[in-house]
C-alpha cells in the first residue's frame, strides 16, 4: 500500500529564516498531496496542496513543490514567524472529482517546527 | 459558524470500561472519519463513513466501534477490546461528489487517557 515517509521530525529555525519540509510516497498513482498544520490542542488544518499536473503551488509565504518523477514532495516556508510554530503533516492520495476518496489519505508521521525569536 | 465540534475533550477511563466520543458536524458532508494520532506516528484512520446508515473499517478498526444514523453525528466507542487506548483521537469530514476537492475538516480533537 502507499507509504509517505517525512523529514525531519522536528526542525528549529530562526525567526525570518526559511523552513523546508520534504516528503516522499510510494504510490505512483497518487495524485493528491495536501499539508496539514495542527496547533497545540487543535485539529489539523489544510493550509496548502497540490495535485500532480502542477509543479509547484505558491500562496504568500508557503509553497510547495513536486517531483512526480523521484515522487518527492516539499513544504517551504519563507520569512518564519512565531505563529508559524506548529505540527505539519504531509499526505498523499488518488483523488478523482465525483467520489470522495478521502479514506485513501495517507499521512506522514508529521514535522514539529519551532520558530526561535 | 459551521464546523466540527468533539466532545469530550478530555476523558479518563479505567481499563476495562468502553467510552464513546462525540461527533457532531454542521457543514453538510456527507464523508466522516475516525483518526488516531500517537506521537511519531501521523494520523491513522479507523473508521470512515460515506452515507448515513453505512460505514467502513479503516487501517486500525479493531476495538473500536461506530454508528452512523444521522448524517450530522459519527460517534466512536473505544472498547475494552482496544489494547492501547490512550491517545488523541480527531474527527474529520468531507465533501462527496462534485463538490469534493479532498480537503479534510478536522474537529479539536478528544484526548483518551486509560489509568
Known amino acids: 500500500g502507499e507509504n509517505v515517509e517525512q523529514h525531519p521530525s522536528t526542525l528549529s529555525v530562526q525567526e525570518g529564516d526559511s523552513a523546508v519540509i520534504k516528503c516522499t510516497y510510494s504510490d505512483s498513482a497518487s495524485n493528491y498531496f495536501p499539508w496539514y498544520k495542527q496547533e497545540l490542542g487543535k485539529g489539523p488544518q489544510l493550509i496548502i496542496d497540490i495535485r500532480s499536473n502542477v509543479g509547484e503551488k505558491k500562496d504568500q509565504r508557503i509553497a510547495v513543490t513536486l517531483n512526480k518523477t523521484a515522487k518527492h514532495f516539499s513544504l517551504h516556508i519563507t520569512e518564519t514567524q512565531p505563529e508559524d510554530s506548529a505540527v505539519y503533516f504531509c499526505a498523499a492520495s488518488k483523488w478523482y472529482s465525483g467520489v470522495s476518496s478521502a479514506s485513501k489519505i495517507i499521512f506522514g508521521s508529521g514535522t514539529r517546527l519551532s520558530i526561535r525569536p | 459558524d459551521g464546523g466540527i465540534t468533539q466532545s469530550p475533550k478530555y476523558l479518563f477511563r479505567k481499563e476495562g470500561q468502553n467510552v464513546t466520543l462525540s461527533c457532531e458536524q454542521n457543514l453538510n458532508h456527507d464523508a466522516m472519519y475516525w483518526y488516531r494520532q500517537d506521537p511519531g506516528q501521523g494520523l491513522r484512520l479507523i473508521y470512515y463513513s460515506q452515507i448515513v446508515n453505512d460505514f467502513q473499517k479503516g487501517d486500525i478498526a479493531e476495538g473500536y466501534s461506530v454508528s452512523r444514523e444521522k448524517k450530522e453525528s459519527f460517534p466512536l466507542t473505544v472498547t475494552s477490546a482496544q489494547k492501547n487506548p490512550t491517545a488523541f483521537y480527531l474527527c474529520?469530514?468531507?465533501?462527496?461528489?462534485?463538490?469534493?476537492?479532498?480537503?479534510?475538516?478536522f474537529g479539536e480533537g478528544s484526548r483518551l487517557t486509560v489509568l
Open positions: 474529520a469530514s468531507s465533501r462527496v461528489g462534485a463538490g469534493n476537492t479532498g480537503e479534510l475538516f
